[in-house]
């Protein structure tokens, strides 16, 4: 029988839970065209199970995930169709989801990774672990809904400085700043993790379902247009000497030297 994720995640059921764990950890999770198809299938797959309420969003081995997978390059497509395409359906498929998404984060969640955990619907993280801004690094503005997340849990002022900077947001910051729920000791981040999904299991489900239809939309701005003008954004920017210096500065673990063009 064929895996209809290909290999880069699974899906488990037990009981009302579900659990999607990221299966890439040689590569720390970072998301390939394999895996962003996977996760458009298990988010629309989870979607019409009738009797799962919560679902909880893990990555295996060393970190939540790394981001978009930069050594396989962007591809043909340009990056603002790839992104409302390829990421769009599965971060708005949790977004409108009727279940409850939780994120359990340990490591690092960074670059669009980071948009997967905070676009979750709540967030158990390990102490010791962060959000990273990483496009600052390779030119780029945060994608995948980042910003309005950023913004809404932040504030303009500190999430800007994040962003420029391409900071790694740590736990404790996080917590203080509402992008999380609840921190745990590392060892305990599973179960603290499961203890939350069965609470929130155990509420009422139309009326958990529509708080967080009314939550997600009672905002000036939508989420849905924080992406569409992210990718708008991304585009030109994937075409600049800038991005490319970036990129080959990751692969060779230096600082990169930008030039503004």
């Known amino acids: 029988m064929s895996d209809p994720y290909n290999g880069v995640l699974t899906v488990e059921t037990e ?33 019409g ?74 967030v158990v993280m390990a102490e010791n672990a962060s959000l990273y801004m990483a496009f600052a690094a390779i030119s780029l503005v945060p994608d995948g809904g980042n910003t309005w997340l950023l913004l809404k849990g932040m504030g303009y002022h500190r999430a800007l400085q994040a962003i420029i900077e391409g900071r790694k947001i740590p736990a404790e910051e996080c917590l203080q700043h509402g992008l999380v729920n609840q921190l745990s000791p590392v060892d305990q981040l599973e179960a603290d993790t499961r203890a939350l999904a069965e609470r929130i299991a155990a509420a009422a489900p139309l009326a958990a379902a529509s708080a967080k239809k009314i939550l997600r939309n009672i905002s000036n701005v939508s989420f849905s247009d924080a ?16 991005f490319r210096e970036g990129v080959q500065a990751f692969i060779e673990k230096r600082k990169p030297v930008f030039k503004g063009k």
Not at 227 to 236: M, Y
Request: net charge negative; hydrophobic share 45%; aromatic share 4%.
């Open 49 to 122: 199970m009738a009797e799962i309420r919560v679902v909880i969003l893990k990555g295996e081995g060393p970190g939540f995930c790394a981001g978009a997978d930069l050594k396989g390059g962007l591809g043909p497509m340009p990056t603002d169709h790839m992104l409302e395409s390829e990421y769009r359906p599965s971060l708005m498929g949790i977004a409108n989801s009727s279940k409850i998404w939780i994120a359990q984060v340990h490591g690092s969640a960074a670059g669009i990774g980071a948009a997967y955990a905070m676009n979750c619907d709540m």
């Open 15 to 47: 009981g009302a839970i579900a659990t999607v764990t990221l299966t890439r950890p040689d590569a720390f999770n970072a998301i390939n065209d394999d895996m962003r198809m996977a996760l458009i299938q298990a988010v629309a797959d989870i979607d």
């Open 227 to 242: 992406f569409t003008a992210e990718a708008q954004a991304q585009a030109p920017l994937t075409q600049s000497a800038d």
